[in-house]
T-cell receptor, first 112, second 116 residues
Framework: KQEVTQIPAALSVPEGENLVLNCSFT??????LQWFRQDPGKGLTSLLL?????REQTSGRLNASLDKSSGRSTLYIAASQPGDSATYLC???????????FGAGTTVTVRA | EPEVTQTPSHQVTQMGQEVILRCVPI?????FYWYRQILGQKVEFLVS????????KSEIFDDQFSVERPDGSNFTLKIRSTKLEDSAMYFC??????????????FGNGTRLTVT
């Protein structure tokens, strides 16, 4: 059974600092990995999706890398802003079924 | 930008009552899903739906749960006899293709279900 872990559980940084969020998964047989943002009491907003054949994806200040063989993905957020404060979730789709397995998330606070 | 919409945003019900959670997926999407998140826990998969039938369901999705696409736009989750442990945020999601293609999953804002 796929287990997804996100470390740290919470992170507080001053505005302007770069953020590094980690996601690890136990079964490297994945189809893709998706990063989401969740604001309090809200739904999940898809940020980036990386296919298993890809090493990274970029969107604006966001960059996600994937090392499938070691079971890790990292989300980098450059030059953080207070508006980046949220919980960031990673989710893995295994190769052999359709359902996503989620991590517990990293809650980010960017201090002005 | 098109989005998945869910109603109501918050539902309070008594134990044993039936509830129906409603979702309007993005219009050109073909695959529909329900996930839930119990407070303080991970988001977990409930069911996926395609071509008017369930394509996969988790062990959580027992006989108390059912899904339906009653018309061309709505997708519903019914819980027949709610229990206290059904209290959670329920998310509807949709995608143009099955999860695992290049199509990301789009989530709604959720319905917070409170069973008293």
């Amino acid at each position: 059974k796929q287990e997804v872990t996100q470390i740290p559980a919470a992170l507080s940084v001053p505005e302007g600092e770069n953020l590094v969020l980690n996601c690890s998964f136990t079964d490297s047989a994945i189809y893709n990995l998706q990063w989401f943002r969740q604001d309090p009491g809200k739904g999940l907003t898809s940020l980036l999706l990386i296919q298993s054949s890809q090493r990274e994806q970029t969107s604006g200040r966001l960059n996600a890398s994937l090392d499938k063989s070691s079971g890790r993905s990292t989300l980098y957020i450059a030059a953080s802003q207070p508006g980046d404060s949220a919980t960031y979730l990673c989710a893995v789709r295994p190769s052999n079924d359709y359902k996503l397995s989620f991590g517990a998330g990293t809650t980010v606070t960017v201090r002005a | 930008e098109p989005e998945v919409t869910q109603t109501p945003s918050h539902q309070v019900t008594q134990m044993g009552q039936e509830v129906i959670l409603r979702c309007v997926p993005i219009s050109n999407h073909l695959y529909f899903y329900w996930y839930r998140q119990i407070l303080g826990q991970k988001v977990e998969f409930l069911v996926s739906f395609y071509n008017n039938e369930i394509s996969e369901k988790s062990e959580i999705f027992d006989d108390q749960f059912s899904v339906e696409r009653p018309d061309g736009s709505n997708f519903t989750l019914k819980i027949r006899s709610t229990k206290l442990e059904d209290s959670a945020m329920y998310f509807c999601a949709s995608s143009t293709r099955f999860v695992g293609s290049t199509s990301p999953l789009h989530f709604g804002n959720g319905t917070r279900l409170t069973v008293t």
